[in-house]
């Protein structure tokens, strides 16, 4: 586990916060950008939930105006920092997969990359057992560095894979792809019995 231990007590709701209520687990998507993605597995999977939350708002009005013309009853987009609504907004056990496609790389501060964020930890205690979770990059080093966490803190398994030069899931996907990058990404499981120190851990918000 990480060293740093993550303090979500300290941490407020986000601004016009609305506790969702869902009626079975979800899928989780951190930094969505402007929905592609989201978009295409709503349609795709109409039996299952989405949550696709994306913090900039010029990226984020793009992604609400597209998903007003898909009308997709099984989407639920989120402008918003994640790390706050998750904590506020998710119970422990209750995402089965998640999504983190193309994420910042965050060349000038590693702390913040997913992986090494003490919040990974708070995340982790949100999947359900067997809960997947995707990440994909066009920069090698990037996952390099992911698995290493995966290997020696974490302690979770994956696999790495390369994705098709035809995939076209997200904007950034498209670009990168098309440019001749090599995209690649990590399929990680939770395995059952996994634990972390918030397993049950439920924010005051979520109690009401
Ligand atoms: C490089 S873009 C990739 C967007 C999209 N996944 C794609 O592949 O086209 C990373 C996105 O993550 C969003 N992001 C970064 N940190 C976030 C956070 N804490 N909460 C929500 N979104 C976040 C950024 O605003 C940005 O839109």
């Not at 007590?9 to 506790?19: C, E």
């Not at 060349?107 to 990440?135: C, G, H, V, Y």
Request: neutral net charge; hydrophobic residues 45%; proline residues 9%.
């Amino acid at each position: 586990m990480s060293a740093r231990l993550f303090q979500p007590q300290y941490l407020q709701a986000p601004r016009n916060f609305v506790l969702p209520q869902f009626s079975q687990a979800i899928c989780l998507e951190i930094g969505a950008g402007m929905g592609r993605h989201a978009i295409l597995f709503a349609e795709q999977n109409p039996n299952k939930i989405l949550v696709a939350v994306e913090r900039t708002s010029a990226k984020f009005k793009v992604f609400a105006a597209r998903q007003q013309d898909h009308q997709l009853e099984n989407l639920y987009p989120v402008h918003a920092d994640a790390i706050p609504w998750v904590v506020h907004a998710l119970l422990p056990q209750t995402v089965e997969q998640l999504f983190l496609l193309y994420p910042n790389p965050e060349p000038k501060n590693p702390a913040q990359r997913w992986l090494n964020m003490p919040f990974f930890e708070f995340l982790l205690s949100r999947l359900q057992d067997n809960a997947r979770i995707t990440l994909a990059s066009n920069i090698p080093a990037y996952l390099d560095e992911a698995a290493s966490q995966l290997e020696q803190v974490w302690k979770l398994p994956f696999v790495r894979q390369a994705i098709a030069p035809d995939s076209a899931r997200t904007h950034f996907e498209v670009k990168y792809l098309a440019r001749g990058e090599p995209c690649e990404e990590l399929i990680i499981t939770k395995p059952a019995g996994y634990q972390t120190r918030f397993d049950s851990y439920i924010s005051p918000v979520a109690r009401c």
